[in-house]
């Protein structure tokens, strides 16, 4: 399906098998401002009242969407209409290809993969609603119970989590492994490159963040996880940080208020490699209250605030807040 330039209003958009969606330079597919016409079709998952979107790719394989063109949301209109919709939604479907568009404008998660194979989002500019203050829920991209997953070559400004990876169902979950985000900018009121909340089933593992460039962010590295995946061998590599609240969080100590969470995830070794951060600000270590080795091996490798090698948990050069079991905790 090849759209020439020009701008066309569109409801919920939903491709098959085996199809190409592209879009011309100077194309624009921008999202009505009725809700109804974001109801198109059934099926997938319901997350927060996300039940649509803009364009949605359903049990499908082989489904490319390519070109230079913008899929604009209407995010601000449907969200004050009482709606939240994805930009693009990508649910039990493979070997999907992403390449070189502009996206803009979600009421809510911009790009959710979920229960997806094989999903490579790459060359992607992302443009959301972002509040003067707190955020609005648009998040950026979220690999969500997905395995073989890649952002690559990314710029993504947003309300709410640059990158969240998680896995989101209590029941039938399928464990997020092997998630690559690379050569990524971000913007955020929230977190640049998070794993969680939602940590349901059994593991989380081998999710990456190499060669990214946190501009500014309320958090900037984090894993904040409160259900029951064992989350391990994460990786932060080639990480530059801006302007963050704080630097690095890993934390298990503050479960939700706003869902249940029965709070009985661990981290296993993450692995922060060639990080910077350009102000001194917090690198919080809390594991779970009253239980030692909830967070078991967190792993420095060239770490360095406002140009200074920080080499010990005790270094003055930064600002350390660690309780409750950390256990392993090695500098190189």
């Not at 319901?46 to 969407?65: D, F, P, S, V, W």
């Not at 997905?146 to 998680?166: E, I, P």
Request: hydrophobic residues 35%.
């Amino acid at each position: 399906l090849y759209v020439p330039p020009g701008k066309y209003k569109v409801g919920e958009l939903w491709l098959k098998s085996n199809m190409t969606l592209y879009l011309a330079c100077g194309a624009i597919l921008y999202g009505s401002s009725a809700t109804a016409d974001f109801n198109t079709g059934s099926g997938g998952i319901n997350i927060e009242g996300m039940q649509h979107a803009l364009i949605r790719i359903y049990q499908a394989k082989n489904t490319k969407i390519l070109g230079r063109g913008v899929l604009d949301a209407n995010g601000k209109a449907i969200r004050a209409a009482g709606l939240n919709a994805s930009l693009l939604k990508i649910e039990q479907s493979s070997n999907i290809m992403v390449d070189g568009i502009l996206v803009r404008d979600s009421s809510y998660w911009n790009t959710l993969i979920y229960r997806s194979d094989a999903v490579t989002i790459q060359n992607y500019k992302m443009i959301n609603c972002r509040p003067n203050k707190d955020w609005n829920n648009t998040d950026g991209v979220d690999f969500d119970e997905s395995t073989n997953g890649k952002l690559f070559n990314a710029f993504l400004y947003t309300g709410d989590d640059s990158m969240a990876t998680k896995n989101e169902e209590p029941s039938g979950t399928i464990n997020t492994k092997n998630i690559l985000h690379e050569k990524v900018v971000c913007y955020s009121n929230s977190v640049g490159c998070k794993i969680g909340t939602k940590t349901m089933g059994q593991s989380i593992d081998k999710v990456v963040f190499k060669d990214i460039d946190v501009v500014k962010a309320g958090r900037a590295l984090t894993i904040e996880g409160y259900d029951t995946a064992v989350v391990q061998n994460t990786t932060f590599e080639d990480v530059r940080v801006e302007t963050a609240d704080v630097f690095i969080k890993l934390a298990l100590d503050e479960p939700p208020d706003w869902r249940d969470a029965v709070n009985q995830s661990v981290y296993k070794d993450t692995y922060f490699t060639n990080v910077s951060s350009d102000a001194n600000r917090s690198i919080i270590l809390h594991g779970r209250a009253g239980t030692s080795g909830t967070i078991n091996g967190v792993h420095f490798k060239n770490l360095t605030i406002q140009g200074k090698a920080v080499t010990s948990q005790t270094d003055p050069d930064a600002s350390w807040n660690i309780a409750n079991g950390v256990t392993n905790i090695t500098f190189e």
